[in-house]
């Protein structure tokens, strides 16, 4: 996982005067994980994430750090690509890059996730509050939410009509 991820857990957990003892009874993640994903060491699911995040009193977008030297504007409206914040979460498949402006606290988070073949947020389901939507670029997806289970596959568009000129 992200070191700043978690130097940025550890900064919110500490703002909020919790000790790491009070977030792992809140979470039911023991105080050893928790120190392991602060240092950088563990790389936690989405679902960990979520929940940590929904203690830590922010959407998981606010575990995001904006990147070095990178501070933006309080009113920023633009993330360009060199500025924006990528979560790794290497043993799922998965990264995230917050097309948001880092530390927003908006209600409408942006993200562009890269999933990898057999990719996965996990085997335990999870929940947060807000809305989610997706859109497949390349190639499909399997998409369960509460008992729904979907398999998305790309959605090309038709072919554009090819017109000719004739003289």
Known sequence: MDVAVG????????????????VAARTELSIGFLSQIERGLS???????????????????????????????????????????????????????????????????LFLVHMEPGGSTGDELYTHDGEEAGLVIEGEMKLSVAQARRQLPLRKPPPAPVQQSFQ
């Open 43 to 109: 790389s936690p699911s989405l679902r960990v994430l979520a929940t940590l995040a929904d203690v830590l009193g922010v959407g998981i977008a606010g575990l995001f750090g904006a990147k070095e030297n990178d501070a933006a504007a309080p009113n920023a409206i633009v993330t360009r690509e060199r500025q924006r914040a990528e979560l790794n979460l290497w043993r799922t498949g998965i990264s995230k890059q917050l097309l948001s402006p880092a530390g927003s606290e908006g209600r409408l988070n």
């Open 7 to 22: 130097q940025r857990i550890r900064d919110l957990r500490r703002t909020r005067a919790m000790s790491l003892e009070a």
